[in-house]
T-cell receptor
């Protein structure tokens, strides 16, 4: 079964630290999504990428297609970054509706 | 612009009862999705729709039904609620499929079956 693995499961950081969350998948994909789930439960799409690197503010997402791996980086972390970060992939050959989700990485940023 | 709106936010049902979770979007998106999120697990797709009048099963459709009579609305119906359906349910939409566009999520419905 195609799976999405995220690491670490839980991460605690001091304010200002550089954060890296990893996502690996098992077979070829056509797109990868990074999502943020707030403590209140709402989910927001952060990035969608199929190659290279994207940056939005203090967030950077990269993907290495050959290694089947993506990373989400947060620079100068802040307590408001505390959330669950979810990786999801669209496997090649799947219909354009089926995402496979990782279990998420819970990030806590301490002041 | 409200985005994706889900109602109710919370609900407690007794075993065997039925209910409809409402989802509406005002972005004129073609694709709509229903997911469930269980503790410690990734989101699972229940049903999806690629346009009005068209629906199909996702990974975990048993015990649920959907309809898509308009572009805006995509209700999820639970018949004969069971404790295994205790979960948080998310509705999402996208203008195109997941290769091309990100999804927009509602705030979720927390459902408990007792």
């Amino acid at each position: 079964k195609n799976e999405v693995e995220q690491s670490p499961q839980n991460l605690t950081a001091q304010e200002g630290e550089f954060i890296t969350i990893n996502c690996s998948y098992s077979v070829g994909i056509s797109a990868l999504h990074w999502l943020q789930q707030h403590p209140g439960g709402g989910i927001v799409s952060l990035f969608m990428l199929s190659s290279g690197k994207k940056k939005h503010g203090r967030l950077i997402a990269t993907i290495n297609i050959q290694e089947k791996h993506s990373s989400l980086h947060i620079t100068a972390s802040h307590p408001r970054d505390s959330a669950v970060y979810i990786c999801a992939v669209m496997y090649s050959g799947a219909g354009s509706y089926q995402l496979t989700f990782g279990k998420g990485t819970k990030l806590s940023v301490i002041p | 612009n409200a985005g994706v709106t889900q109602t109710p936010k919370f609900r407690i049902l007794k075993i065997g009862q039925s209910m409809t979770l409402q989802c509406t979007q005002d972005m004129n998106h073609n694709y709509m999705y229903w997911y469930r999120q269980d503790p410690g697990m990734g989101l699972k797709l229940i049903y999806y729709s690629v346009g009005a009048g068209i629906t199909d099963k996702g990974e975990v459709p048993n015990g649920y039904n959907v309809s898509r009579s308009t572009t805006e609305d995509f209700p999820l119906r639970l018949e004969l609620a069971a404790p295994s359906q205790t979960s948080v349910y998310f509705c999402a939409s996208s203008i195109l499929g997941n290769r091309n566009q990100p999804q927009h999520f509602g705030d979720g419905t927390r459902l408990s079956i007792l």
